[in-house]
C-alpha cells in the first residue's frame, strides 16, 4: 500500500517540483463515526472546528469531500490527491498556507489544522501525531 500511495503523492507534479512530503488525512469537515451517538459526535466534528471559511477564502475553495485522502506539500504547492491514483481533489499554492496548528485529539485521531494567508483555515484528522509534526517542519 505504501508504494501506492508515494506513486500517487507523485502523480502529476510539475516538472522540478520537489515533493517535500505527504500523509493520509480526513478532512473534519467530512469525518464520519460509528456507533451509538455518531450522529452527534459526526455533527459536532463536522461543524464545530472544522472551518473557518468565509466566501470567497482558501479554505472555503475545499470542495466536499469523503473518506482518507493524502495531504501533499511540495515545494509549490499544498493539496490533497486521491490515494488511489493521485488526482488532485484541491491544491493551493504553498505561500497561501502559514502554518500547521496540533489541535486536541478527538478520541483515536490525532487532529490539526492548516491556516492560510487570507486568515481561514481547515481542520484534518490523522492516525499518527508524528503526521501533524512532519507537516509542522515543512510549513511551520
Same mark, same amino acid.
Given at each position: 500500500? %505504501? *508504494?501506492?500511495?508515494?506513486?500517487? #503523492?507523485?502523480?502529476?507534479?510539475?516538472?522540478?517540483?520537489? /515533493? $517535500?512530503?505527504?500523509?493520509?488525512?480526513?478532512?473534519?469537515?467530512?469525518?464520519?463515526?460509528?456507533?451509538?451517538?455518531?450522529?452527534?459526535?459526526?455533527?459536532?466534528?463536522?461543524?464545530?472546528?472544522?472551518? %473557518? *471559511?468565509?466566501?470567497?477564502?482558501? #479554505?472555503?475553495?475545499?470542495?466536499?469531500?469523503?473518506?482518507? /485522502? $493524502?495531504?501533499?506539500?511540495?515545494?509549490?504547492?499544498?493539496?490533497?490527491?486521491?490515494?488511489?491514483?493521485?488526482?488532485?481533489?484541491?491544491?493551493?499554492?504553498?505561500?497561501?498556507?502559514?502554518?500547521?496548528?496540533?489541535?486536541?485529539?478527538?478520541?483515536?485521531?490525532?487532529?490539526?489544522?492548516?491556516?492560510?494567508?487570507?486568515?481561514?483555515?481547515?481542520?484534518?484528522?490523522?492516525?499518527?501525531?508524528?503526521?501533524?509534526?512532519?507537516?509542522?517542519?515543512?510549513?511551520?
Amino acid at each position: 500500500m %505504501s *508504494a501506492l500511495r508515494e506513486r500517487s #503523492a507523485h502523480n502529476q507534479l510539475a516538472p522540478g517540483e520537489q /515533493l $517535500l512530503g505527504y500523509a493520509s488525512v480526513v478532512p473534519a469537515k467530512s469525518a464520519k463515526g460509528v456507533g451509538v451517538g455518531a450522529s452527534i459526535g459526526n455533527y459536532l466534528v463536522n461543524t464545530v472546528g472544522a472551518e %473557518s *471559511a468565509g466566501a470567497g477564502s482558501i #479554505a472555503a475553495g475545499m470542495p466536499s469531500t469523503s473518506g482518507a /485522502l $493524502l495531504l501533499r506539500v511540495t515545494d509549490q504547492r499544498v493539496g490533497l490527491v486521491k490515494p488511489l491514483d493521485g488526482t488532485p481533489v484541491w491544491e493551493v499554492p504553498r505561500t497561501w498556507v502559514v502554518r500547521v496548528e496540533r489541535r486536541p485529539r478527538t478520541q483515536l485521531m490525532a487532529r490539526f489544522r492548516l491556516h492560510f494567508s487570507d486568515g481561514s483555515w481547515l481542520a484534518f484528522l490523522t492516525m499518527r501525531r508524528r503526521t501533524i509534526e512532519q507537516f509542522h517542519s515543512l510549513i511551520g
